[in-house]
């Protein structure tokens, strides 16, 4: 199937109306840095630090992960690289990390929530991650932020590592975007200050989505009978995507449906110029953006919503069959 799309590899993901979409790449592994090459993505948007956690059995040191951040950005060359701080809890249980038994670790103490509170964890992560990146461009989000003092709180440790590291003589990064992931329904009604702090928005679908409907994710009895084609929750995207546009806030999707050429194309024709997805997605997803006319996507969404429609996915699929 790659094959199939090589030819499309150095092309951008222009549609048929003219807007390109940038196409960026999920990744979490050093093993995954050589897609970026044979993908054609234009950077990776998010690179999942919990995984190097997950593979270890006690906590990674600072020079180990600042080694590793090292190479994950030469690797990159040039391309830019979205860290995303430690993401666990939930799923993602840390084999040496003391477990707490909660009835609903998905909604537990996780993500950001952990890192607040085990400050030194996360100190030393973005210690390693300003010193891999020393005269280079570094960008980090901060994910589950339910709340913006979260990520007032995250924004601030974050801004406090970099002086005490430049006081220690490491030359800083040549700039330093800080952004925050959307993946709770909370943060999108968030006032406009909050979106006015972030350098960038990232939506993480899997999660907003889960917590929008009530549905578990990881529940395929419950997950499936909610559709990401549906009205309620594109309002919701849309809604997203007009706030950061009105504030200038640079977003992107990074879910699984970005990943899914046709629910990518529907994000693009709502506004999103940039999505983040699994490697072996970006040519299926170019392939469609590059026969699509996101203006009259966008004119078929908006009618059938007019008319009442719930689910979009039978007309959207017709429409883009015919296309
Ligand atoms: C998401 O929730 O959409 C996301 C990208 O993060 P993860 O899948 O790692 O929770
Ligand atoms: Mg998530």
């Known amino acids: 199937a790659q094959k199939r799309?090589?030819?499309l590899r150095d092309l951008?993901?222009?549609?048929?109306?003219?807007?390109?979409?940038?196409?960026?790449m999920n990744a979490g592994l050093m093993a995954d840095l050589p897609s970026l090459e044979g993908s054609g993505a234009e950077g990776v948007g998010l690179f999942r630090t919990e995984l190097q956690f997950l593979i270890r059995t006690r906590v990674p040191k600072r020079s180990e992960?600042?080694?590793?951040?090292?190479?994950?950005?030469?690797?990159?060359?040039?391309k830019p690289v979205i860290f995303r701080t430690l993401d666990i809890g939930s799923d993602k249980v840390l084999p040496y990390m003391k477990r707490i038994d909660?009835?609903?670790p998905a909604m537990g103490?996780?993500?950001?929530?952990?890192?607040?509170?085990?400050?030194?964890v996360l100190q030393m992560q973005l210690q390693a991650l300003i010193r891999a990146a020393e005269g280079r461009d570094l960008h980090v989000m901060f994910p589950f932020i339910a709340d913006c003092d979260e990520y007032y709180e995250g924004r601030a440790m974050l801004l406090a590592q970099l002086e005490r590291e430049a006081a220690l003589g490491h030359v800083p990064p040549t700039s330093l975007r800080i952004g925050a992931m959307l993946e709770t329904p909370s943060l999108a009604f968030a006032p406009d200050a909050f979106f006015r702090q972030c350098d960038f928005i990232s939506i993480g679908g899997n999660d907003l989505k889960q917590f929008f409907f009530a549905a578990d994710r990881e529940n395929e009895r419950v997950?499936?009978?909610?559709?990401?084609?549906s009205v309620p929750f594109l309002n919701l995207?849309?809604?997203i995507v007009n706030r950061c546009a009105a504030l200038d806030v640079p977003l992107s999707f990074c879910g699984e449906d970005a990943g899914r050429p046709i629910e990518a194309t529907v994000m693009a024709a709502l506004g999103l110029k940039t999505l983040s997805m699994r490697p072996a997605s970006i040519g299926p997803v170019k392939a469609l953006l590059r026969r699509t006319d996101l203006r009259a996507l966008h004119a078929l969404i908006d009618a059938e919503?007019?008319?009442?429609?719930?689910?979009?996915?039978?007309?959207?699929?017709?429409?883009?069959?015919e296309g």
């Open 65 to 78: 992960l600042a080694a590793l951040y090292r190479r994950v950005m030469d690797n990159a060359r040039g």
């Open 305 to 321: 919503r007019a008319r009442g429609t719930t689910n979009l996915r039978p007309a959207v699929t017709r429409f883009l069959a």
């Open 102 to 104: 909660e009835p609903n």
């Open 223 to 229: 997950r499936k009978r909610y559709d990401t084609l």
């Open 5 to 7: 799309y090589a030819g």
């Open 237 to 239: 995207v849309e809604m």
């Open 12 to 24: 951008p993901a222009t549609a048929t109306c003219g807007t390109t979409v940038r196409l960026l």
């Open 109 to 120: 103490w996780r993500a950001i929530r952990v890192g607040l509170e085990k400050r030194g």
